[in-house]
């Protein structure tokens, strides 16, 4: 599976963007996705995850304010980002996650002024 992310950019703090995650090559509702971000000098970090069958979970950084969500039908899976701080200032990334394997998407960088 071949993934494209896109949507990133320059907000102020408090705005809001979403992210997007297109797929290809392969069956996407088969796979569960997921969102990662990674700031210089730290390990990666899991945003937020949606399964095969829809079933979410969020850090604990993000809850009430990102909501992963996505189309099967497009081959998707978006982010949206609300009330964002400039700790959220990372490149973003998607994977494709199936039995213990990850593919992954090029980054998309996103970066909150304070």
């Known amino acids: 599976v071949q993934l494209q992310a896109s949507g990133g950019g320059l907000v102020q703090t408090g705005g809001s963007l979403r992210l997007s995650c297109a797929a290809s090559?392969?069956?996407?509702?088969?796979?569960?996705m997921i969102w990662y971000r990674q700031t210089p000098g730290k390990q990666r970090e899991l945003v937020a995850r949606?399964?095969?069958?829809?079933?979410?979970g969020y850090a604990d950084s993000v809850k009430g304010r990102f909501t992963i969500s996505r189309d099967n039908a497009k081959n998707t899976v978006y982010l949206q980002m609300d009330s964002l701080k400039p700790e959220d200032t990372a490149v973003y990334y998607c994977?494709?996650?199936?039995?213990?394997?990850?593919?992954w998407g090029q980054g998309t960088q996103v970066t909150v002024s304070s």
């Open positions: 949606i399964s095969s069958e829809g079933s979410t």
């Open positions: 090559g392969s069956i996407f509702s088969i796979y569960n």
């Open positions: 994977a494709a996650q199936r039995y213990g394997q990850n593919y």
